[in-house]
């Protein structure tokens, strides 16, 4: 197969479903059709990052039963080639808030259970500074630290917006005293970025896709980010805890509900600094009702972190549009 001209042709089409980070496009070829991934340039970064994609994709291969296969990689030009996944992606049938198929749930725990098995020893390398496994601890700060450092250098630019929502300047160190006493659980593989848009369900059975935020953590963290991003009803969240503590190792699943709070704090702190900067600039390019649909997310997403910060939940989309006002008018 010539894979330059798969890329160029990837390149030249008009359909494609893109994320923060990366474009996705189906192309047709005689053997079948695939998916070619190509890096978004000039993305911001703001998340945390260690692994390159591909590198994680041939980790997980022996162990998780429904991913993405890798087929190509190219360094120049950048991108992946990957095997098409038929199906439909679950935001498009479900979306955020909703209840969920019931066997997604079951899935769901499938993954991170398969994610847990596999070895230390078979995982990628870390940087040298990454804590060790057990440190919860140390992950959870290490976590509070890059989302402070995401702020401190949007701060110049931002800082006026920070301000008019009422972000504080140290936004996370209402979090550091309670980082000490977390329960020291063994790290796993962490997908980290479990959501409806990366979720395939094919014929009964769900597909996970876009595994670029892989990690190598704490594994109630990956619980934490999956709740915060599916915004699951009560009875869906509560099951499929229990599923998750019946199924995984018991090591893995230690410690009390707070800590799990604890998490869900963080994720929802880093969404409000993190959307705060990306609607910004969104917003310059939205109409009137993309403009609309932007600003009432922002409004959730900063009321609930408003609530962390044991301020109210009090903004409001005319409060938020008057402090996003210049970015509109850029």
């Not at 063994?186 to 009964?204: E, Q, T, W, Y």
């Not at 704090?265 to 609607?279: C, G, L, N, P, Q």
């Not at 390019?285 to 109210?312: C, I, M, Q, Y």
């Amino acid at each position: 197969m010539n894979w330059l001209e798969l890329y160029e042709q990837a390149q030249g089409s008009g359909e494609a479903a893109a994320g923060y980070y990366n474009r996705n496009v189906g192309v047709s070829t005689p053997e079948g059709k695939v998916n070619v991934r190509i890096p978004l340039e000039g993305a911001d970064v703001m998340d945390v990052r260690v692994w390159n994609e591909e590198d994680v994709l041939a980790c997980i291969r022996p162990y998780v039963a429904r991913a993405p296969e890798l087929r190509h990689v190219s360094l120049t030009p950048r991108f992946q080639v990957h095997h098409f996944i038929e199906g439909r992606v679950l935001d498009g049938f479900s979306p955020r808030g909703s209840a969920v198929p019931d066997h997604v749930i079951g899935d769901v725990v499938d993954v991170m259970d398969q994610l847990a098995r596999i070895p230390q020893e078979k995982a990628l390398p870390l940087p040298s500074d990454w804590p060790a496994s057990g440190d919860s601890s140390g992950f959870g700060r290490l976590l509070a630290r890059l989302t402070q450092e995401i702020y401190d250098a949007h701060r110049d630019e931002y800082g006026p917006v920070f301000a008019g929502l009422g972000i504080p300047d140290e936004p996370l160190a209402v979090l550091e005293p309670r980082w000490g006493a977390v329960t020291g659980r063994p790290f796993v593989v962490l997908h980290a970025d479990l959501h409806r848009k990366n979720m395939i369900v094919s014929d009964g059975a769900t597909w996970f896709l876009d595994w670029e935020l892989a990690l190598w953590g704490d594994p109630l963290y990956e619980i934490a980010v999956h709740f915060h991003k599916m915004d699951y009803p009560d009875h869906q969240r509560a099951g499929l805890l229990r599923q998750w503590r019946t199924r995984l190792p018991e090591k893995c699943t230690a410690g009390p509900d707070a800590e799990l709070d604890l998490y869900l704090a963080h994720e929802r702190i880093k969404s409000a600094i993190v959307d705060t900067i990306r609607y910004s600039k969104q917003l310059a390019e939205a109409d009137e009702p993309g403009r609309e649909f932007l600003v009432a997310r922002l409004v959730r997403k900063v009321n609930s972190a408003r609530t962390v910060w044991g301020e109210p939940p009090s903004l409001t989309p005319d409060r938020i549009a008057r402090v996003l006002a210049p970015w509109v008018e850029r």
